[in-house]
């Protein structure tokens, strides 16, 4: 599915300091029933956000008016657990662009990719500099640039690098997939099969 | 150079190399629900592609189903709804389904080793994380999203950068009550839920040569609970036996041929691994989690730890207690508990039934439990009637519910209500995972059953009075088919 192109994106961030947030909790299993792919985000963190009654619950960041952005700044472990990619989809929706941490699960990191989410793994030091900086100015914000491969937290200027492959970046750039790129091996992939045991 | 197990298998199947990206990966066998693949076929719809393979992926329901009255329609609308985009999907594009009903449906990871659809040395993909429980037999298998699922049904490939390799042995013997979802718990409690992200896992050793192909299935089913994309055990005569004479298992001079290459299916002897770990088998207890990832738990006789003895935050790890209702300090033993499920395709397979009857037989269910026994699939729901355990079960005070994947995710009406405890033989203790507020304690299914019966958390251990009759019922009628 098409997605916008990413090159740089400067926004605030909205900071969720939780390990191991797993994929249950950005998108419970009990909204997984659409067989269309509108309207995750309004169940992004369902049962964090909203009280059985349906009531925001003050005290989680979704609901803290203070705190927005493009960015999401989770802990450690982000995206454990499930393979729904509803949960990349919901983050998307929602309106994120990006989703930092200093450490991805791997499913939800190809499906970040696959979607035009960008994942960006920066060192735990890095990330708590983050935090502190947004904790004491809601208003700091980031800029995350592609094309350098760099997240800077602006009201500093401290910078790190970071990683993704050559292939995936252009991917991001351009907007284009995986099923684009595999469309144009086809006649490979039939040779290929037709000398498989299998 | 030297090979492991896993760059055997992954190597036999790469289309192409693209430098600075991934690795484009040919699917042997894709399978697919109603849950994960609809908008998949969307994007199919939208791009005017037609499936390459449909001989090659396999469509079963399972995550939404009702596990009482099949014969009656889905009352959810959306669940309906659901189930039937599965089915004319697969009507339209020609690939084979066993919807709700049918005597080949059940948990999609449950069906395919049923069926003979996995097979050592395969690929095998499926939109759900525990797509790793198919690397018993030797396959490279593992969850993907979505957008994958449509890559795979568009070209049969995905892209995938080939991930590190990391060989995890177990030595000695388990000891009495100790099963492979203990080896599999004991095992995440010491790597976390993230100590095997960006690795793919080789089970090594004595206790995985002698376990059972659902031993096997158990552990590497929750490969991915370590973070791990996958876990693969090398086949051998068990896997041989197993897999030979199943419906889409190789014939006659197929087979000799598939032969000759399953018993190329084995790491080198002096093959490198990125990481490597060995456990003690006979140091591990039976086990059951206190927290909300399958990382937390802990020996069921021992204390839940201290903050400080736990890696990560204290903040996680007190939200994770508070959620549980639980203490720093606490024994898990003598908890009471409201629910016992048994099922999912970590433990809904017939010998998880069998050891779960070895201990209810000739005891009763505790009055304030609500138990489900779920079969993983029509298969394991006839042979737990055909061996006799569904008696042991009705004597007992329980009742077998239908196949699916029932409480494991709760997304049909098998949910925990909040704030109760379910001691349950599935994969994942995450919030609200069995239910907005349900708290699981995962365990094997003889913890499970020693806890229906008592109502409390319970060692199994004091209530095998004959380690002999245990044995006998989980061995007994290995293999029917
Ligand atoms: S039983 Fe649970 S883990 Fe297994 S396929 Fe179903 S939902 Fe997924």
């Known amino acids: 599915m098409a997605y916008d192109k990413f090159t740089i994106l400067r926004s605030t961030a909205v900071p969720l300091p939780i390990e191991n947030v797993d994929t249950d909790q950005i998108i419970p299993a009990r909204f997984l029933k659409a067989t269309e ?136 750039m351009n907007g284009f997939d995986d099923i684009d790129y595999l469309q144009n091996i086809k006649g490979e992939i039939e040779e290929f099969a037709s000398e498989l045991p299998f | 150079m030297t090979k492991t197990l896993f760059d055997k298998v992954w190597d036999k199947h790469v289309v192409r190399k693209i430098e600075g990206g991934p690795d484009v990966l040919f699917i042997d066998r894709h399978l697919i629900h109603e849950v994960t693949s609809p908008v998949a076929f969307l994007g199919l719809k939208s791009r005017g592609i037609k499936v390459l393979y449909p001989e090659r992926t396999f469509a079963t329901a399972d995550h939404n189903t009702p596990t009482i009255n099949q014969h009656l329609p889905v009352a959810d609308p959306l669940s309906a709804n659901q189930l039937k985009a599965l089915e004319s999907n697969s009507n339209e594009y020609g690939i084979s389904h066993w919807g709700l009903g049918h005597q080949k449906n059940g948990i999609v990871h449950v069906v395919g080793p049923e069926h003979g659809i996995t097979q050592p040395g395969a690929t095998i993909v499926c939109g759900d994380s ?159 989690t206190y927290g909300t990832n399958p990382g937390m738990g802990i020996g069921i006789s021992h204390e839940i730890p201290n903050a400080e003895e736990v890696e990560g935050g204290v903040a996680t790890y007190n939200k994770s207690l508070g959620y549980m209702g639980f203490h ?55 042979q737990i009637k055909e061996e006799g355990l569904l008696d042991i079960f009705t004597e007992a005070g329980f009742t077998l519910r239908q196949p699916g994947c029932s409480a494991c995710l709760a997304m049909n009406d098998d949910k925990i209500p909040a704030g109760k405890y379910s001691v349950s033989t599935s994969n994942r203790n995450f919030e609200g995972r069995q239910g907005p507020g349900s708290r699981t304690l995962l365990a094997s299914p003889l913890v499970a059953a020693a806890a229906a019966v008592t109502g409390v958390v319970t060692d199994p251990r004091e209530l095998i009075e004959d380690e002999g009759i245990l044995s006998s019922v989980i061995n007994k009628v290995k293999d029917l088919f």
């Open chain 1, 37 to 172: 792919r509108v309207g995750f985000g309004d169940n992004l963190f369902r049962d964090w956000r909203y009280n059985p009654d349906n009531t925001p619950k003050a005290d989680f960041v979704l609901n803290n008016p203070v705190y927005s952005g493009k960015i999401l700044v989770g802990g450690k472990n982000f995206g454990s657990g499930s393979s729904r990619e509803h949960a990349a989809w919901a983050i998307y929706d929602y309106g994120f662009r990006c989703v930092v941490s200093s450490f991805f699960a791997d499913i939800f990191k190809n499906n970040c990719l696959n979607i035009g989410v960008l994942p960006v793994q920066v060192s735990p030091e890095f990330a708590d500099k983050i935090f502190t900086a947004i904790h004491s100015d809601p208003k700091a914000e980031l800029e995350i640039n592609l094309p350098e491969q760099t997240i800077t937290l602006l009201p500093t200027g401290e910078q790190e690098k970071f990683d993704i492959s050559s292939y995936k970046k252009e991917n991001m």
């Open chain 2, 130 to 288: 525990h797509t790793s429980t198919h690397g018993a037999f030797g396959a490279i298998a593992f969850g993907i999203g979505t957008s994958e699922v449509e890559m795979v049904l568009a070209s049969q490939c995905i892209m995938q950068p080939k991930p590190k390799k990391m060989r995890i042995n177990v030595t000695g013997k388990l000891s009495k009550g100790v099963t492979p979802k203990d080896v599999a718990l004991y095992i995440i409690s010491q790597l976390t839920t993230s100590g095997a992200t960006g690795y793919f896992v080789e089970y090594a050793g004595e206790v995985f040569e002698k376990m059972s192909m659902e031993g096997r299935m158990t552990v590497c089913n929750l490969s991915i609970e370590m973070g791990a994309r996958g876990g693969m055990i090398a086949p051998d005569e068990t896997t041989f036996n197993y897999v030979k004479g199943r419906e889409f298992s190789p014939k006659g001079e197929a087979w000799d041929k598939a032969m000759e290459y399953y018993k190329t299916l084995k790491s080198d002897a002096d093959a490198v691994f990125d990481k490597e770990l060995t456990f003690d088998g006979s140091a591990i207890e039976p086990m059951i």
């Open chain 2, 328 to 382: 720093e300090g606490e024994s898990m033993l003598g908890k009471k508990i409201d629910y016992v499920f048994v099922g999912s395709c970590t433990n809904g397979r017939i010998e998880d039934f069998r050891a779960f009857a070895s201990i209810v037989k000739g005891k009763k269910k505790a009055d304030h439990v609500t138990a489900w026994l779920v079969p993983g699939s029509h298969i394991v729901e006839a």
